[in-house]
């Protein structure tokens, strides 16, 4: 299968994760508490028969990713905006039958995950190492490239957080390889180059020299993995996303 192609479990996959993005926008929730909702979800999925949609097992992420990451979101605002988002022309669920039918669901449903956690829902997310990494090359390239892309950091972090829909950059056991580090190095590495800024002094023929001072282990087969990784999830995303109507009137 060539690289470019995606299986129906990761398109699957891609909807469900926006399914989780658009529900913690709406929430307000942090790109930190949006990150551990969506390995969570990753991680549980990979234990379950399936990866269809079920949105007892999304909501239940994102509530435990707010708890994990100590973010207090009222259950019922959670409960509201995750139905509302799955069926918008629905009204706002009133304390009723069916409201606590599905609070119940959710607290039944987070010690399900719990358990397939393994009770570690703590995660070390790229988005650290990714600021303290651009602080540090802020001193490394001439003040008028830096102020060329003013919005640099924001859009280093808007690639790191896509790569979210991603399983294999961000959950799977199989790339025990690519490392928090190895992501947000990646990141910085792609907006540098679609700009074309320089760093000073780096041999531009080596472009892992400068990411070694962050991370030793950095190494240009994993560059390559991760780039190749996140075109596929650009290339596909959007396409996925075109199902989420269908996906949603079914659930």
Known sequence: MSSS???DSEEQRYVIINYIFEC???????????????VIYHK?????EN??????????????????????????????????TLHPNDSHLRISDEYHRLRNTLVECE???????????????PHKYLLH??????????????LRVP???????????????????CAAPSEKDIQPQHRALTCIYLILQTYQIDIQG??????????????????????????????TMYKNVQKSLDIKTDIKQTS
């Not at 802020?138 to 003040?143: D, R, S």
């Open 51 to 84: 990866t269809n949609f079920d949105h007892h097992v999304t909501t239940t992420s994102l509530s435990l990713a707010s708890k994990y990451e100590e973010e207090h979101v009222k259950i019922r605002d959670l409960i509201n905006v995750a139905h509302r």
């Open 111 to 125: 010690l399900f995950l719990i358990r397939i956690l393994g009770f570690h829902c703590q995660f070390s997310h």
């Open 44 to 48: 549980s999925a990979a234990y379950l």
């Open 151 to 169: 919005n640099l950091v924001d859009l280093c972090l808007s690639i790191l957080q896509d790569t979210y829909y991603d399983y294999h950059l």
């Open 202 to 231: 780096i041999d531009e023929n080596d472009h892992t020299e400068w990411m070694k001072v962050f991370s030793s282990s950095m190494t240009n087969d994993i560059l390559q993995k991760i780039i190749s990784r996140i075109n």
């Open 5 to 7: 192609v995606v299986s």
């Open 24 to 38: 913690a926008a709406k929430l307000r929730l942090s790109i930190m508490t949006t990150a551990s909702a969506a």
């Open 133 to 146: 990494y651009l602080d540090t090359l802020q001193n490394w390239i001439t003040k008028d490239e830096w």
